[in-house]
C-alpha cells in the first residue's frame, strides 16, 4: 500500500510512499525502546546540545524545509519560512530552560532530605495533524527528547513528505531517537490503538480533532497510560466598547485568516459589543481586503468550510465578503459573516478554515454569556482598556487568555485548553514536565 501527497494548490500529485506493514512498526518499536533506555541515561547538557543541533540544521535547511511544507498543506512559503523559524526558536528556548525545568525541587516536609524529581518515561507517540507539519511535530519533541524520552510519530498522510524529513533529521544526529510511521489511512485506528497498547509504549500525545482525541483517549485509558490532548477551539475574540477598534481589526484578520484559518487556537467567533459594532466589521473588512492567502489542505476540508458558510447564510447570517472557491486548488475566500447569533453552524461548530463569525453581544455580560457558549475552552482574545479586558477576560473559560493580543503559541509559556479543547499542556516547564515521571523522594 502506498500513501500519496497531493498539492493543495492544483490537486497534482506530489509524492508515493510505502506504507509501513506490520514488521516495519514493530522494528521501530523495537529500535525506539532500546534507544530510550540508553537516552535515559545520557546526561541533560548531552541531551540538550542535541537540540542546538536541531535548531542549527533546521535555520541552514529553513528554505528546503519551507518548500516541502508549502508544497504538501499550502501555506503560502512566508508562512512556511516563519513556521521553521519557530520550530528552531522552540530548539533554543528548551535548551537553555530545561536545565532549570527538570531540576530536582526541594520541598520542606520535615524529613531530613525531600524533593521531587523528573525522570523520563520512556517511548512517547505522538499523533500529529497536517495543519503546523513541522512545528506541531517539534513541539513535542523537543520536550520529549529534553526529558529523556524517544519518540515515535504517526503524522498526518498529507504531510509524510514532512514527516520522513524530520525522522532523517534526527536520525542523522542520534539514530533510534525518533521514527516516523507511515500508516494507511484504512488501518490508522486499529494500528493506534494497538502502538498505544504496546507496552514499549509510556505515554501518548496528540494534536488534532475531537474524534481523533476521542479515540487516542479512550485507547490510553484502557492501557492505564498518560495523554496530553490538544484538540479543537472556537476561540472567542472578544471586543468592548473601549477597544481600539483599528487595532482589533488588524489583530482579527491576522489571527482569522493566517494559515487560511487552519489553526486550532486562531480567533473564530468575533462577539463585538452593539456601540462599537458597526465601526469594527467596517474595519475589518477594510483589514480582510489586502489579505492573501493559499488553499485549505484538502478538498474534503473546502467543502465542510463551505457547508458551513451556507448553512449560517441560510439560518439568516448576512454574508459581508468572501464565501466563494477559486479552482484549480482547494480555495475558499476570507469570509466575513456579520449577525451570527447561537445555534447557528459558525456559531455552533469549530470554522477550520477562512471564516470570521460576527456575534453582537447586547454588553459585557452578555459578551461574555457568548464567549462562553461553547463547549470549547482552548484560548481566549479580549480587546479594550487593559484592566477592563483583563476583568472581562477572567470570567471567560478557556486555557489561555490574551489581553490585546490575538492567542498564539509560545515556547516559555504553557499551551493547552479544558473542556473539550482536551488536557494536558505543551511548551515550558508544563510542558516537559507532562513527558516525565514526577517522582517523591524522601531521605531520613
Given at each position: 500500500?502506498?500513501?500519496?501527497?497531493?498539492?493543495?494548490?492544483?490537486?497534482?500529485?506530489?509524492?508515493?510512499?510505502?506504507?509501513?506493514?506490520?514488521?516495519?512498526?514493530?522494528?521501530?518499536?523495537?529500535?525506539?525502546?532500546?534507544?530510550?533506555?540508553?537516552?535515559?541515561?545520557?546526561?541533560?547538557?548531552?541531551?540538550?546540545?542535541?537540540?542546538?543541533?536541531?535548531?542549527?540544521?533546521?535555520?541552514?535547511?529553513?528554505?528546503?524545509?519551507?518548500?516541502?511544507?508549502?508544497?504538501?498543506?499550502?501555506?503560502?512559503?512566508?508562512?512556511?519560512?516563519?513556521?521553521?523559524?519557530?520550530?528552531?526558536?522552540?530548539?533554543?528556548?528548551?535548551?537553555?530552560?530545561?536545565?532549570?525545568?527538570?531540576?530536582?525541587?526541594?520541598?520542606?516536609?520535615?524529613?531530613?532530605?525531600?524533593?521531587?524529581?523528573?525522570?523520563?518515561?520512556?517511548?512517547?507517540?505522538?499523533?500529529?495533524?497536517?495543519?503546523?507539519?513541522?512545528?506541531?511535530?517539534?513541539?513535542?519533541?523537543?520536550?520529549?527528547?529534553?526529558?529523556?524520552?524517544?519518540?515515535?510519530?504517526?503524522?498526518?498522510?498529507?504531510?509524510?513528505?514532512?514527516a520522513l524529513a524530520i525522522?532523517?533529521?534526527?536520525?542523522?544526529?542520534?539514530?533510534?531517537?525518533?521514527?516516523?510511521?507511515?500508516?494507511?489511512?484504512?488501518?490508522?485506528?486499529?494500528?493506534?490503538?494497538?502502538?498505544?497498547?504496546?507496552?514499549?509504549?509510556?505515554?501518548?500525545?496528540?494534536?488534532?480533532?475531537?474524534?481523533?482525541?476521542?479515540?487516542?483517549?479512550?485507547?490510553?485509558?484502557?492501557?492505564?497510560?498518560?495523554?496530553?490532548?490538544?484538540?479543537?477551539?472556537?476561540?472567542?475574540?472578544?471586543?468592548?466598547?473601549?477597544?481600539?477598534?483599528?487595532?482589533?481589526?488588524?489583530?482579527?484578520?491576522?489571527?482569522?485568516?493566517?494559515?487560511?484559518?487552519?489553526?486550532?487556537?486562531?480567533?473564530?467567533?468575533?462577539?463585538?459589543?452593539?456601540?462599537?459594532?458597526?465601526?469594527?466589521?467596517?474595519?475589518?473588512?477594510?483589514?480582510?481586503?489586502?489579505?492573501?492567502?493559499?488553499?485549505?489542505?484538502?478538498?474534503?476540508?473546502?467543502?465542510?468550510?463551505?457547508?458551513?458558510?451556507?448553512?449560517?447564510?441560510a439560518a439568516g447570517a448576512?454574508?459581508?465578503?468572501?464565501?466563494?472557491?477559486?479552482?484549480?486548488?482547494?480555495?475558499?475566500?476570507?469570509?466575513?459573516?456579520?449577525?451570527?447569533?447561537?445555534?447557528?453552524?459558525?456559531?455552533?461548530?469549530?470554522?477550520?478554515?477562512?471564516?470570521?463569525?460576527?456575534?453582537?453581544?447586547?454588553?459585557?455580560?452578555?459578551?461574555?454569556?457568548?464567549?462562553?457558549?461553547?463547549?470549547?475552552?482552548?484560548?481566549?482574545?479580549?480587546w479594550g482598556e487593559p484592566?477592563?479586558?483583563?476583568?472581562?477576560?477572567?470570567?471567560?473559560?478557556?486555557?489561555?487568555?490574551?489581553?490585546?493580543?490575538?492567542?498564539?503559541?509560545?515556547?516559555?509559556?504553557?499551551?493547552?485548553?479544558?473542556?473539550?479543547?482536551?488536557?494536558?499542556?505543551?511548551?515550558?516547564?508544563?510542558?516537559?514536565?507532562?513527558?516525565?515521571?514526577?517522582?517523591?523522594?524522601?531521605?531520613?
Open positions: 500500500m502506498q500513501i500519496v501527497t497531493r498539492d493543495p494548490a492544483t490537486g497534482a500529485e506530489l509524492g508515493r510512499y510505502p506504507a509501513h506493514d506490520d514488521d516495519a512498526i514493530e522494528r521501530a518499536l523495537a529500535e525506539t525502546a532500546a534507544t530510550a533506555v540508553a537516552w535515559a541515561a545520557t546526561p541533560l547538557p548531552e541531551r540538550l546540545a542535541l537540540l542546538r543541533t536541531v535548531g542549527k540544521i533546521l535555520t541552514e535547511r529553513r528554505a528546503q524545509y519551507a518548500a516541502l511544507i508549502t508544497a504538501e498543506m499550502g501555506k503560502p512559503l512566508a508562512e512556511s519560512l516563519a513556521e521553521i523559524d519557530k520550530c528552531a526558536w522552540n530548539c533554543e528556548v528548551v535548551a537553555d530552560l530545561a536545565p532549570e525545568w527538570l531540576a530536582d525541587r526541594p520541598i520542606d516536609s520535615g524529613a531530613a532530605r525531600s524533593w521531587v524529581s523528573y525522570e523520563p518515561l520512556g517511548v512517547i507517540f505522538a499523533v500529529m495533524p497536517w495543519n503546523f507539519p513541522f512545528w506541531q511535530v517539534l513541539r513535542f519533541a523537543c520536550a520529549a527528547l529534553a526529558a529523556g524520552n524517544a519518540a515515535v510519530l504517526k503524522h498526518s498522510p498529507d504531510v509524510t513528505g514532512c525522522e532523517e533529521l534526527f536520525e542523522s544526529l542520534q539514530p533510534g531517537i525518533f521514527r516516523a510511521l507511515v500508516i494507511d489511512a484504512e488501518r490508522v485506528p486499529e494500528t493506534c490503538a494497538r502502538i498505544v497498547a504496546d507496552r514499549r509504549i509510556a505515554a501518548v500525545t496528540l494534536t488534532g480533532s475531537e474524534r481523533a482525541g476521542l479515540a487516542i483517549a479512550a485507547a490510553a485509558g484502557a492501557a492505564l497510560k498518560k495523554a496530553v490532548l490538544e484538540l479543537g477551539g472556537s476561540d472567542p475574540f472578544v471586543v468592548l466598547a473601549d477597544a481600539d477598534l483599528g487595532g482589533a481589526a488588524e489583530a482579527a484578520a491576522r489571527s482569522r485568516f493566517g494559515n487560511a484559518g487552519q489553526s486550532c487556537v486562531s480567533a473564530k467567533r468575533f462577539i463585538v459589543v452593539e456601540p462599537v459594532a458597526d465601526a469594527f466589521v467596517a474595519a475589518l473588512l477594510g483589514a480582510t481586503k489586502s489579505v492573501s492567502i493559499g488553499p485549505l489542505a484538502r478538498a474534503d476540508l473546502r467543502d465542510t468550510v463551505i457547508r458551513q458558510i451556507e448553512e449560517t447564510v448576512k454574508l459581508l465578503a468572501g464565501g466563494g472557491t477559486g479552482t484549480p486548488g482547494y480555495f475558499v475566500e476570507p469570509t466575513i459573516l456579520d449577525h451570527v447569533t447561537p445555534g447557528m453552524t459558525a456559531f455552533a461548530e469549530e470554522t477550520f478554515g477562512p471564516v470570521a463569525a460576527i456575534i453582537r453581544a447586547r454588553d459585557d455580560d452578555h459578551a461574555i454569556a457568548l464567549a462562553n457558549d461553547t463547549d470549547f475552552g482552548l484560548g481566549a482574545s479580549v484592566e477592563h479586558a483583563l476583568a472581562v477576560g477572567r470570567r471567560i473559560r478557556s486555557g489561555a487568555l490574551f489581553v490585546n493580543a490575538p492567542v498564539a503559541s509560545d515556547p516559555r509559556l504553557p499551551f493547552g485548553g479544558t473542556g473539550r479543547s482536551g488536557y494536558g499542556r505543551e511548551l515550558s516547564a508544563e510542558g516537559v514536565r507532562e513527558f516525565t515521571n514526577v517522582r517523591t523522594i524522601v531521605a531520613g
